[in-house]
């Protein structure tokens, strides 16, 4: 036997796909053979492939006429074969050796970062409307790197040990979860589809996993990874049924031991309330874990530099669309400092090419499906006609052959006007513009404007003022950033996850994260123990 120790990760490289590399050529060969050649999914319990006669159609959100596939849409049949699937493979996953567990996911992220690759960059493209450079980040790099640095993590946690007294060994021994896991994964990320029910797995848990359904063709790909780097059946069951169905067998059953959940913050309020009022028939308390909305900041002081600020607002803003949970879509800007870049920030976002991810001269894509596309566009028109409110860029949308929302910049002098305040989820940035004496001021209406809490950025080359800010704006976001877009978090660097309405700040990509899925047990062992039941006082 030995101490084994996982080789030491660091992140991802990113791939520019230059044109005229190998990288651009070998990708545009997988987007050709993916439009050719659409797939059938089905889902995956206890290690095989189900399928049912209920197909559901994938197109692609940029081109109606484009059909990915089809996947089977399961019912309570299947979603019970799930439970017990996990529930019977956790007999021997949670006492496989740990050093084993890592090994599956060491291999399932160089099977992403090396073979893969391609595949699933061009299946993220072409699913999710993402250009390559947001489906590099995300499809590839973060979720090798999630699966990397969570060994790492995971290695630390079975490393901590406590202190022991002269004649007594005290161990902790890290357990699984005793039941199953839900993990609910949403569509704007392939990273946390793959990571959601991996983390909790690799601690020795077993999960089943519901993505969502405009993350199926993307999801598939991964279960085909995990399963190739050796994943045991019934570790993982990817089940492809509504949410609702879902959740009426699962939440309310005996075994539930933990969830896992990233979407919106009315879903997982309510799966909470669910499992609040059916707290006493669980065998254990689940361990419930979610990342959910934001209306996430940035506040230019009048120190700021004008073109880093232009560029953060652009890239922040309408990267995917808006469709982050990071994504900036609202800005406090200081007087002086809004003079320099109003005409600049207009002139960018009209620049902005919009269209399909096959074309690389794009920065803007389509929005994820239809009901996406109505519901931003409904706060497009509400600026439109609101008083005290301009749109400055955009404000054009187009259904008829793919969701397109053009980038759209509203201005406001209203401090809590509605595109202020709640979360749109689509590529529209409001702008409030403060005089530079009321930067304080504007800190504390930052602060308060907004129920959630998830990322934020100062832009402020005045370093009083950056301190002030990181002071006063110290809950108002989990992932806080000076002088650089709020978004773009990075697995074993900057820890992801936010307070008050976004979720329980587990941190993914951190140790934190791990440890929510161990239930840990205290063993002492005492090589001489007393024999005589007396204590010397009582002499």
Request: charged share 20%; net charge positive.
């Amino acid at each position: 036997m030995s101490l084994y120790r996982v080789p030491t990760p660091a992140n991802e490289p990113v791939h520019d796909y230059a044109p005229g590399s190998a990288d651009r050529k070998a990708l545009n060969a997988s987007l050709a053979q993916l439009k050719k050649n659409p797939i059938d999914i089905p889902m995956v319990i206890n290690g095989q492939d189900i399928t049912t006669k209920d197909r559901i159609t994938i197109r692609a959100p940029h081109d109606h006429k484009l059909i990915l596939g089809h996947y089977s849409k399961g019912g309570t049949k299947e979603i019970r074969a799930g439970i017990n699937a996990a529930l019977k493979a956790q007999k021997s996953w949670a006492v496989m050796p740990w050093e084993h567990r890592a090994a599956i996911f060491l291999k399932a992220a160089d099977l992403l970062a090396g073979p893969y690759r391609h595949t699933v960059n061009a299946a993220t493209m072409l699913a999710h409307s993402k250009t390559i450079s947001q489906a590099e980040i995300d499809a590839v790099c973060e979720l090798v790197d999630f699966w990397r640095f969570n060994a790492h993590f995971m290695q630390q946690i079975y490393d901590a040990q406590p202190i022991s007294s002269r004649g007594v060994w005290n161990r902790t021994d890290h357990r699984p979860l005793e039941g199953f896991v839900f993990a609910v994964t949403p569509f704007n990320f392939v990273s946390i589809n793959g990571n959601l029910p991996t983390a909790p797995a690799m601690m020795g848990n077993v999960c089943l996993w519901k993505p969502a359904s405009t993350a199926v063709y993307t999801s598939h790909f991964l279960m085909r990874i995990l399963i190739e780097a050796g994943l045991p059946a019934g570790v993982v069951n990817m089940i492809l049924a509504p949410g609702a169905l879902i959740g009426e067998q699962v939440l309310t059953h005996k075994n539930l031991a933990g969830i896992h959940f990233t979407g919106s913050s009315a879903t997982f309020q309510s799966m909470w309330r669910v499992v609040g009022e059916n707290i006493a028939g669980y065998a254990g308390y689940p361990r419930i874990v979610g990342e959910t909305g934001g209306k996430d900041f940035i506040v230019a002081h009048a120190s700021a530099d004008p073109e880093a600020l232009t560029t953060a607002i652009v890239r922040g803003a309408f990267e995917y669309q808006g469709q982050k949970c990071s994504a900036a879509s609202r800005c406090y800007i200081s007087e002086s400092i809004w003079s320099k870049i109003e005409k600049p920030l207009i002139k960018q976002v009209r620049e902005l090419k919009m269209g399909p991810p096959e074309d690389y001269k794009n920065f803007v894509n389509a929005v994820i499906d239809e009901s996406a596309f109505d519901f931003i566009t409904g706060y497009i028109d509400y600026a439109r006609k609101a008083r005290g409110a301009k749109i400055l860029a955009g404000g054009k949308y187009d259904k008829s052959k793919g969701f397109y929302i053009e980038p759209t910049v509203v201005f406001t002098t209203d401090p809590g006007f509605k595109l202020l305040t709640e979360e749109i989820f689509g590529p529209v940035m409001t702008i409030y513009v403060f005089k530079d004496k009321d930067y304080t001021q504007t800190l504390r209406l930052c602060d308060q404007t907004s129920p959630y809490a998830l990322t934020g950025a100062i832009f402020a080359n005045d370093r009083a003022a950056a301190i002030q800010a990181e002071r006063a704006l110290r809950f108002a976001a989990g992932n806080f950033y000076i002088n650089d877009k709020p978004t773009g978090a990075v697995v074993g660097q900057q820890p992801f996850g936010g307070g008050r309405s976004s979720g329980t700040n587990d941190k993914a990509g951190g140790i934190q994260n791990l440890l929510r899925w161990t239930s840990p047990r205290s063993i002492k062992e005492c090589f001489v123990p007393p024999k005589d039941y007396r204590y010397p006082f009582m002499g």
